[in-house]
């Protein structure tokens, strides 16, 4: 798991313990696959509602800009269809929606990472744009919400912006 806004980074044993943690507790029912997890809509439904709690629908929305609260703004998974090992982005609010202005912005120096991503899943009104190279250079594809496969990046990535 990797937190945008002060870069620390920390590992675990199961999807289930890193959810809680990347959720700052609120999670921590969620599947111990991370393939699972992104096809359960309930937890989507959580994820995008950061003040949400386990087994709870209350305010669940969808997402609200601005919301202030340490949770998931994307999963990325090694492999094409969210197949393989899982790498867990939060941040602490919501992205604000115009592209041209990016909330969040990475280069994907965490071990391991670097050209490695094959699909992701985006939350909390965040899409995602990935680079060829560090720096947001070189070859890129689009924003979208989330991406099954990368195309023309199939693990070439190299830095992320989220708006």
Not at 5 to 28: E, L, Q, V
Request: with cysteine; proline share 4%.
């Amino acid at each position: 798991m990797v937190n945008v806004t002060n870069s620390a980074t920390s590992c675990y044993d199961s999807f289930t313990d890193a959810m809680a943690k990347a959720t700052d507790g609120r999670i921590t029912d969620a599947p111990n696959n991370s393939r699972a997890a992104v096809a359960d809509p309930r937890l989507v439904a959580q994820l995008n509602s950061p003040t949400a709690t386990s087994g709870s629908t209350k305010g669940v929305t969808g997402g609200s800009t601005g919301t202030a609260a340490l949770a998931p703004i994307s999963i990325m998974y090694k492999n094409a269809d969210y197949g393989g090992d899982s790498l867990i982005y939060q941040g602490d609010f919501d992205c604000s929606g115009p592209t041209d202005q990016p909330d969040y912005w990475v280069e994907l120096i965490q071990p391991g990472w670097n050209d490695e991503i094959g699909s992701y899943r985006a939350y909390r009104n965040c899409w995602l744009s990935l680079f060829e190279h560090r720096g947001w250079t070189g070859g890129s594809i689009g924003y979208a919400g989330n991406r099954t496969d990368l195309g023309i990046l199939d693990d070439k990535a190299s830095s992320i912006r989220w708006s």
